[in-house]
């Protein structure tokens, strides 16, 4: 079923809620390092597992940003100021949803070390080592921008609980992975 002026479609739905547990997962694989030594298999397996998971959060959100640019999507409840922080906040989350995994793989390239991806590919570095930019683009990419994201995602789920609970309209329920009700 395509998306109606009142409902998002099941495969928008579906992206929206599928990148969002890749970047928790991604998110989880990171932490969950931290209980391994450096060196230790394990420890190295979520790394791969993070890389991976950043790689297709990457890929996903360049497919969801395609699937809304050429099919109909709901038009955003709210009053003008909300709607206008809303699109701010989406496009500012696309943008770092895009950016994330290219920052990690480009602190990888710098780093001068090859990204493997679930085991079954590896990206081969294709830049000559900078130990130094390396470092400078892992910070933007574990502090800055990691931290920012965090941020606008708790403003995402704020609004949508804002707008469910307080305003009790639809905002959160046509998202909803549910049966549409058009």
Known sequence: MPASKTQWSPVGKGLHWLIAILVLFAWGSVELREFWEKGD??????????????????????VRLYWRSTHPRPEMIGKPWERALGHITHASLYVLLLGMPILGLAMKQFGGASTNIFWLFEIPSFVEKNTELAKQVGYLHRD???????????????????????????????????????
């Open 41 to 62: 298999p394990i420890r190295e397996g979520w790394k791969v597992l993070h890389f991976s998971i950043g790689f297709l959060v990457l890929l996903l959100t360049a």
């Open 144 to 182: 800055l921008v990691w931290n920012i994201m965090w941020v606008l995602i708790g403003l995402h789920i704020a609004a949508s609980l804002w707008h469910h609970f307080v305003e009790k309209d639809a905002t959160l329920t046509r998202m909803l992975p549910s049966k549409d009700k058009s």
